[in-house]
């Protein structure tokens, strides 16, 4: 789907091109021929009743643009399709315009190349008016230029003429075509050369063409492999009979459902892939193993775009590149607003540090004259001073004499006193030793006194403590040997009860066979004695008489009244019981 905005481009030079004075105004009858040329070429049916209806308030003068925008809009470029020819559409606008803005003596490229460096100056263009290619777009397009050309970038060159350039940091078409034509990059490069590689990069960009070659492909009905020439775009694969793609042989509709697989080698065909499509599969063999891989990379890349829902590659390319300059013009505004913030910061401190400088100036005159008036006041008090201390002086050494007087008078009277006091000290001390002396004696008989007290009650204790252990050790011999026996004695009880247990098991387990067996053949005897109550009852048709029975109570079971009373019960238990106590004695 092409984009309005591209559409608009060429548009807009078709426009200029019928603006004559440059006002921006141009004719009602050139705007109908320019709106009949675009109906023509896009499909579109024409009507000059609209035409007629939209600039009704003036017939005659010129007409402004900004009148025939909502013209275009409404009546023209709403009605797009898909299916005109983009390329007449181009040339129709560049028909208009290029005779009137190029000269084509002077370049090096023919009227076709410019051509193709007009619609990609287009597409390359910044979406403002007056259309401008930027020096970074410009660097792009002839650096994938030369790299079609196979020749090397010269970043010295581009630096050179951007500096050319000085403040004018952008090209118009005509500008574009200009350095492209001069040959500024491509010198030593003939024309064959500069026009294969502007081809090369107006395929790629305008075109969509992401790869093209040949490839071989099966036919689906008479199963053949044919040569052809494939162009793959963004959401098709076409394949044409020559490389001219001028006989379009079919396309390979590419959507998300679409996959595509490398198969083994067959049928003598090697470097064989497949395209897997909602209706159909086509299988196509490459001429070597790196072209296999590159067109299945591209394939798979334009299937993915589609399940993305992206535009073709260029166009998000030349998207992310508007995108980063975009971030980066923010950026830098954001560092100019911050230097602008970062400068009035500056200028402010500088003009808080001069009021500040002004007043240390101020203040150190201030303190200057402070200085003086305190050095004439220091010297007067200095001049006083001088004289208090002369007076001071004088009645000092008066002072000193009679202190030292007094000193003397005063050490011979401090002497004597030192003689008593040491006289007194030493008689102290001697008092002192004869006191110590006693008071030593005295405790060493009281010790003496007291150890002999202890050593008779621990000889005493320990004699004691002595016959207690020979009687515990008695004792506990004693109770060892009674233990003994007890333990012997409780050992034969357990091992005689132990004994007793088993017996008592076995007989309580042939008891219970016993009445298990009895038991059983009581049902066998009730069932046996029904059965043959039935088959009398039967067969015969024999009543039982009535006889009379025990008067006693009787026990009641499933089929009746019991063949014995509760006393019989009583006494058939007795007897069995007898007879398994006595089997039991046996045992």
């Known amino acids: ?63 402004s643009n900004h009148g025939y925008m909502p013209y275009l809009n409404r009546f023209i470029l709403d009605k797009v399709q898909e299916d005109f020819d983009v390329l007449e559409f181009y040339r129709m606008c560049w028909t208009l315009c290029y005779k009137k803005n190029i000269h084509s003596q002077h370049l ?57 350039l000085n403040t004018k940091s952008c090209l118009t078409a005509w500008e574009l075509i200009e350095l492209v034509g001069l040959g500024l990059f491509s010198k030593g490069l003939d024309r064959q050369t500069l026009s294969m590689g502007i081809t090369e990069v107006f395929t790629e960009l305008i075109l969509d063409v992401l790869k093209q070659g040949y490839m071989m492909k099966k036919g689906h009905k008479r199963k053949n492999w044919t040569e052809r020439w494939f162009v793959l775009r963004p959401t098709s694969l076409s394949y044409y009979v020559g490389e001219d793609v001028e006989e379009k042989r079919g396309d390979i509709i ?63 390319a030349r998207l992310r590149r508007r995108e980063l300059r975009q971030r980066q013009q923010v950026e830098e505004e954001d560092l100019a607003e911050r ?20 007043k240390m100036e101020e203040a150190a ?73 006693k008071q030593d004696e005295e405790a060493m008989r009281k010790l003496q006194a007291r150890l002999l007290e202890e050593e008779a009650a621990k000889r005493a204790e320990l004699e004691q403590i002595q016959l207690q252990q020979q009687r515990a050790l008695c004792q506990t011999e004693a109770e060892k040997r009674e ?34 067996e009895v038991s059983r053949k009581l049902k066998r005897a009730a069932t046996k004695t029904k059965t043959w109550k039935d088959k009398v009852a039967k067969h015969e048709g024999l009543v039982r008489l009535i006889q009379p029975g025990h008067k006693g109570l009787q026990q009641m079971t499933n089929w009746g009244p019991a063949a014995f009373t509760d006393a019989e019960l009583e006494q058939r238990k007795k007897l069995w019981q007898d007879s398994k106590n006595q089997g039991a004695q046996a045992q």
């Open 339 to 358: 230097m602008k913030q970062l400068q009035a910061a500056s200028d402010t401190k500088q003009r808080e540090l001069e009021a500040m400088r002004m």
């Open 108 to 164: 090096l490229i023919s009227d076709r190349d410019a051509f193709k460096v007009w619609c990609i100056f287009n597409f390359l263009s910044e979406d403002k008016y007056p259309l401008v290619i930027i020096i970074e777009e410009i660097e792009y397009f002839l650096r994938k230029m030369m790299e079609a050309m196979g020749s090397g970038w010269s970043e010295e060159s581009f630096a050179d003429y951007k500096l050319q």
């Open 483 to 516: 233990l003994m026996a007890e333990q012997l004695a409780k050992e034969r009880d357990l091992q005689a009860a132990t004994l007793q247990l088993e017996r008592l098991e076995k007989e309580r387990q042939g008891a219970l066979e016993q009445y298990e």
């Open 365 to 437: 005159a201030k303190a200057a004259l402070e200085e003086l008036r305190r050095k004439k006041t220091q010297l007067d008090l200095q001049d006083r001073y001088r004289l208090d201390l002369e007076r001071e002086k004088m009645v000092r050494q008066q002072m000193e004499e009679q202190v030292a007087q007094k000193s003397s008078e005063l050490e011979q009277y401090l002497q004597r006193v030192r003689q008593l006091e040491d006289m007194y000290h030493r008689l102290e001390e001697a008092l002192e030793d004869e006191r110590q002396a």
């Open 254 to 316: 590419l959507d998300q459902s679409c996959c595509v697989e490398s198969l083994p080698d067959k049928d003598g065909k090697k470097c064989l892939f497949i395209i897997k499509c909602i209706d159909k599969s086509f299988e196509i063999s490459a001429s070597d193993k790196k072209k296999k891989q590159e067109w299945i990379q591209a394939i798979q890349s334009c299937i993915q775009q589609l399940r993305l829902g992206l535009l073709s590659p260029h166009r998000e």
């Open 1 to 63: 789907m092409w984009h309005r905005e591209e559409l608009l481009k060429s548009i807009w030079h078709a426009f200029t091109a019928l603006d004559l004075d440059h006002r921006g105004k141009v004719s009602k009858s050139q705007l109908k021929v320019l709106s009949h040329n675009l109906c023509t070429v896009m499909k579109i049916p024409h009507d000059p009743v609209a035409l007629e209806e939209h600039f009704k308030d003036d017939d005659t003068g010129p007409l």
